[in-house]
């Protein structure tokens, strides 16, 4: 079936990296995406990676993307307190032409 | 940038009234997206639509109908709503054919009924 998954929860220190981890199921994904939702407010893009790549950098962000094991990471250098917000996962779904989400980890930020 | 308008952030409805949440975007998009996000269980798609006067049903559409009988414009409906309709909704639009462009999300209209 269609899945994408997410740990809940991750709490970081301020200055230490974050490391936001996500599995999926469907080996035909052509894109998969990071979105960042703040408090009261949508989702909004953060990134996203083709499939054929197995590294993309943008600043403080790195995805990561290992085909065979159908993991993505997103990696934050530097975590800032505005970074505090959930996170979401997300492939394109081939099979049933949407786009299937994760339920998101929620980032914490501790001094 | 692409705008996604929601045109309501909070809305207070009784149960049984009929309620319309509408979206609007200004980029020319194609299809056009209704979820509603609730703790624990994420984003679930309600309806969504790849051109005007046309709907396709998501993961979860009983209770709830659409329209768009505009491009730029995609309204959700509630016929009758009830409590368990209670929760956030958000709209999101993407361009090109089927799902494949990024979605961008609008701020959300978050919906009680009491």
């Known amino acids: 079936g269609e899945d994408v998954e997410q740990s809940l929860f991750l709490s970081v220190r301020e200055g230490d990296s974050s490391v936001i981890n996500c599995t999926y199921t469907?080996?035909?994904?052509?894109?998969l995406y990071w979105y960042k939702q703040e408090p009261g407010a949508g989702l909004q893009l953060l990134t996203y990676?083709?499939?054929?790549?197995d590294m993309k950098q943008d600043q403080r962000l790195t995805v990561l993307l290992n085909k065979k094991d159908k993991h993505l990471s997103l990696r934050i250098a530097d975590t800032q307190t505005g970074d505090s917000a959930i996170y979401f996962c997300a492939e394109n779904h081939s099979s049933a032409s949407k786009i299937i989400f994760g339920s998101g980890t929620r980032l914490s930020i501790r001094p | 940038d692409v705008k996604v308008t929601q045109s309501s952030r909070y809305l207070v409805k009784r149960t049984g009234e009929k309620v319309f949440l509408e979206c609007v975007q200004d980029?020319?998009?194609?299809?056009m997206f209704w979820y509603r996000q609730d703790p624990g269980l994420g984003l679930r798609l309600i309806y969504f639509s790849y051109d005007v006067k046309m709907k396709e049903k998501g993961d979860i559409p009983e209770g709830y109908s659409v329209s768009r009988e505009k491009k730029e414009r995609f309204s959700l409906i509630l016929e009758s709503a009830s409590t368990n309709q209670t929760s956030m909704y958000l709209c999101a639009s993407s361009s090109g054919q089927g799902s494949n462009q990024p979605q961008h999300f609008g701020d959300g209209t978050r919906l009680s009924i009491l």
């Open positions: 990676i083709f499939s054929n790549m």
């Open positions: 469907d080996s035909s994904s052509t894109y």
């Open positions: 980029m020319d998009h194609e299809n």
